[in-house]
């Protein structure tokens, strides 16, 4: 059974920081990128970061590109996003997702590509 656990969301004020963390288990990581998506309230839910398991590829959208850093750890199966400098705009329900790389070439920035998801953490930034 697959299962992608976070924690780690909360109350910051704009200037601050906060660590997601996402532990999956049922998957074999090597083939997965292993997503972060947010959605805010009356939006749809977007692509932040993503990492390829196998080749530690980082992606990001471009908003949150030199202020967030998504990371792994092979050991805890545990995928990670460090957000500094939050900004009020930040503010969403934040998802740890995964996606199995059975096409090559395939889109892993958008979450049609991810089948399995967790229940999400909210960040909240308060200017």
């Known amino acids: 059974q697959v299962q992608l656990v976070e924690s780690g969301g909360g109350l910051v004020q704009a200037g601050g920081s906060l660590r997601l963390s996402c532990e999956a288990s049922?998957?074999?990581?090597?083939?997965?990128?292993m997503g972060w998506f947010r959605q805010a309230p009356g939006k749809e839910r977007e692509f932040v970061a993503t990492?390829?398991?196998?080749?530690?590829?980082?992606y990001y959208q471009d908003s949150v590109k030199g202020r967030f850093t998504i990371s792994r750890d092979n050991a805890k199966n545990g995928v990670y996003l460090q957000m500094n400098s939050l900004k009020p705009e930040d503010t969403a329900v934040y998802y740890c997702?995964?996606?199995?790389?059975?096409?090559?070439?395939?889109?892993?920035?958008?979450?049609?590509?991810?089948?399995?998801w967790g229940q999400g953490t909210q960040v909240t930034v308060s200017s």
């Open positions: 997702a995964a996606a199995h790389l059975i096409v090559r070439g395939m889109n892993i920035m958008t979450s049609k590509s991810y089948a399995y």
């Open positions: 049922g998957l074999t990581l090597s083939s997965y990128a």
């Open positions: 990492i390829v398991w196998s080749t530690g590829s980082l």
